[in-house]
């Protein structure tokens, strides 16, 4: 008999399709134990009606509201951009009596500050991605007081014990209200007590935008929460699980059910939509009105128990370094990832050169152009209203408003004054601006990330069409970087957003997404929650083209749309832009190149410009090879062999048995080729191996270490040795032949017969 469901933290799962799941759940439930008191607990949720509808469905309820607000004391610094002095700053604080959490926004800066603040010994990093041990670990050690200060991303947000929190630090912008809220409440987690927060500002935009945030914390404007209505590929997994619950089912029931909750408006033409396409791949039967299980459905619900996206993880693993250097979805693999493809990851540009055994291998790339998928995975998009708030700083200059630190209001005018001496427009919440760079066009606007994705993309499309050229899109919460050919400059870009009409704009914007990586990606990943791809289908055999032929004009196609438009972009507000410039309310203006325009987006992505990434990538080259190893057999007396690494064979190896200089550089699989050569009769196999082990002594009696190296690289043998040392490349050019050589054999070498 239940009498009581308590959902903790219901912000957490109310805005996501988990928090649609749940409200079915909750339905279903009451089917067997009648009605329930359902209680909420959150500390963060700016619309409390909507998320207590979303619990309770049609029914009656009542909200208890306890301000969090004036419990909160929280200070904005302004560190500068340099990382040294910012870690400075940060260990100054953490000298301060008590224990400290420092959140930060991505694994990599968790990284990042560990490793500066490593020598310190009273800090750990704690972050999802780090195994439950360690997290484990940390936890307790910071209960006990052995360390002071745990870095952290989200993964300490929600409410695991660690004892007592003396004060929060934010490093970098929260990005969101309701996320500093959560994060700055960890410190004197008690009733009554006040929470301590400092935010450290890095940039000009990060600084106002913390200003804004800050506020607004202060002022309990925490932002809505917005549950997903309609959810196609949430209604699949409930009808597949209550038809294995009940065996079979009218259709009228699960209507009843389904209409009970507040997410599903009309469930009907949703119902009869989704049941079609879940018979097509075997989920459940049709018989006139009765929905009847089948064994795949049970199977199907092992795998997809929850609606988080259960992906498995790609490793990428960088050629140049040997080493692995992140994990991709597999569905953005699926969508998007062939052999030559470049995309963006940890900040850098990768090309593809081969998918095989369940991983991607990779080199670092230089400048493409053409729409470049970025694989952030830990985005935490900055909403409008802060984005616009921001802009409203730009435009008053009322600063003091916002803070009193001396060294923020100082920095945030000065800024603005150097704009002002370079005769740059300053963009705001009323003035968009247009700049051209030499890679195309930046459209300055303070609309945050999801309505710049959503004005992005139109405008994309709209050029893309018009010119017959790809587009490349890079973006922010204040601008949106157009990658252009060198003939399309800022006015044409102002002339087609002038003419561009708001209600066209979802239309477009579809017709955008169809070629997209985005798209194919969020298709894969609504597939399989409607059983199309079994959750552990090898993604190296998925054809892309037939999926996408396969879902044309099906509910699995409109639930990847309304999905993207309405979580990933919102088009609606993208649409009041377009709107509010009609109306005059918005200005568009063509300046030149500005700081602003320059900032933030482009500083952000830590891309290594192309003349460095090349260095970067030679010497990481260099240094593998210099630590690889390698067997140093003599083929005059065939008495002496010696393993050690590149780097310390002298310039001409020497036998010290013979005295002779006919060494063969072996690399250490290879031993038992150099067994063979003390045999008197040898088959005609094993003189064809001799043969090749006296030309590889042959190139390093003649070119020393040199033919070592090369010798020593990944698929060069003494064919590929001669023609790179032939070329009398030295120094980096030498080095580039090697990679040349590494590259031809990793694309071509499943092709050897």
């Not at 909750?26 to 209680?39: D, S």
């Not at 009273?122 to 991605?129: A, I, K, R």
């Not at 007592?164 to 309701?178: I, K, L, N, T, Y």
């Not at 970067?616 to 003599?634: F, H, N, P």
């Amino acid at each position: 008999h239940v009498r009581f469901v308590i959902i903790d933290e219901i912000h957490e799962l109310a805005g996501s399709k988990r928090g649609t799941q749940l409200a079915v759940a909750l339905e279903r439930l009451h089917v067997y134990a009648g009605e329930f008191q359902r209680i909420g607990l959150s500390a963060t949720v700016g619309n409390p009606e909507d998320i207590a509808r979303f619990m309770c469905g049609k029914r009656p309820f009542s909200i208890v509201q306890v301000p969090v607000a004036k419990n909160l004391q929280i200070d904005v610094r302004y560190v500068g951009d340099d990382f040294k002095h910012q870690t400075d700053v940060l260990s100054r604080m953490l000298k301060r009596e008590g224990s400290t959490l420092v959140f930060v926004n991505t694994r990599v800066t968790a990284e990042a500050l560990g490793h500066a603040l490593f020598e310190r010994g009273d800090v750990e990093v704690h972050h999802g991605s780090l195994s439950k041990e360690v997290r484990i670990d940390a936890e307790e050690r910071f209960k006990k007081g052995e360390i002071r200060t745990l870095i952290c991303t989200s993964s300490m947000e929600l409410g695991i014990d660690i004892g007592r929190v003396d004060h929060v630090v934010q490093f970098g912008s929260p990005r969101e209200v309701a996320r500093l809220v959560q994060r700055v409440g960890r410190a004197g987690h008690q009733l009554n007590t006040v929470s301590r927060g400092t935010i450290l500002a890095t940039g000009f935009d990060d600084l106002l935008e913390s200003l804004v945030i800050a506020k607004k914390a202060r002022a309990n404007e925490l932002e809505d929460v917005v549950a997903e209505q309609n959810a196609a590929d949430v209604l699949a997994n409930q009808v597949a699980a209550i038809a294995v619950e009940y065996g079979e089912i009218e259709r009228g029931k699960i209507v009843e059910i389904l209409s009970r909750t507040s997410l599903f408006g009309d469930p009907g033409p949703l119902l009869e939509d989704v049941s079609r396409q879940m018979e097509e791949h075997r989920l459940i039967r049709l018989d006139g009105s009765r929905i009847i299980t089948t064994a795949r459905a049970r199977r199907y619900l092992a795998g997809n128990l929850s609606m988080i996206h259960d992906e498995r993880k790609v490793p990428v693993f960088d050629m140049v370094s040997r080493r692995t250097v992140g994990t991709l979805d597999e569905s953005f693999v699926v969508g998007w990832v062939h052999t030559g493809a470049v995309f963006i990851t940890k900040g850098q540009l990768w090309r593809v050169l081969e998918i095989a055994d369940g991983r991607l291998t990779v080199e670092p790339a230089r400048k493409v152009t053409g729409e470049l998928p970025s694989w952030e995975g830990e985005q935490i998009p900055v909403p409008f209203s802060v984005a616009r708030e921001a802009g409203g700083i730009r435009r008053t200059r009322k600063i003091t408003d916002y803070t009193c630190d001396a060294d923020s209001t100082k920095f945030a005018e000065k800024f603005l004054v150097e704009m002002d001496k370079n005769r740059s427009l300053i963009p705001t919440d009323r003035l968009i601006t247009l700049e051209n760079i030499d890679d195309g066009v930046v459209c300055n606007v303070c609309a945050g990330h999801k309505a710049n994705e959503a004005l992005g993309r139109v405008l994309s499309v709209l050029i893309s069409a018009r010119y017959g050229t790809t587009v490349g899109l890079e973006l922010d919460a204040y601008r949106i970087l157009l990658r252009l050919p060198f003939d399309i400059r800022s006015a044409d870009v102002r002339d087609l957003l002038l003419s561009l009409d708001p209600a066209h704009m979802p239309g477009i914007i579809r017709l955008a997404l169809k070629r997209t990586a985005l798209f194919k990606w969020k298709l894969v990943q609504i597939a399989k929650k409607f059983g199309a791809i079994d959750p552990d289908a090898d993604y190296e055999k998925i054809s892309i083209h037939r999926l996408l032929e396969f879902f044309d004009n099906t509910i699995v196609q409109q639930e990847a749309y309304r999905e993207l438009l309405t979580g990933y972009m919102d088009i609606d507000t993208a649409s009041s832009i377009v709107q509010l410039i009609k109306e005059g309310e918005i200005s568009v203006a063509l300046g030149p190149h500005s700081l602003i325009g320059a900032g933030g987006l482009l500083s952000s992505r830590d891309q290594i410009p192309p003349p460095t990434a090349d260095q970067a990538v030679l010497s990481t080259l260099r240094r593998r090879l210099d630590q690889d190893d390698v067997l140093l057999c003599c083929m005059n007396c065939r008495d002496w062999k010696s393993k050690t690494v590149v780097s310390r064979i002298p310039d001409h190896p020497q036998c010290p048995k013979c005295g002779a200089r006919l060494i063969a550089a072996l690399k250490p699989y290879e031993e038992d080729s150099y067994t063979l050569m003390k045999k008197a009769r040898k088959t005609a196999e094993e003189r064809a191996v001799e043969q090749r082990l006296m030309k590889n002594a042959n190139i390093v009696l003649s070119s020393g270490k040199k033919a070592v190296i090369a010798l020593s690289a990944r698929g060069v043998g003494p064919e590929n040795a001669s023609r790179i040392l032939a070329t009398l490349a030295d120094g980096d050019g030498f080095y580039r032949e090697i990679l040349k050589a590494e590259r031809n054999f990793i694309q071509t070498h499943r092709y050897w017969s």
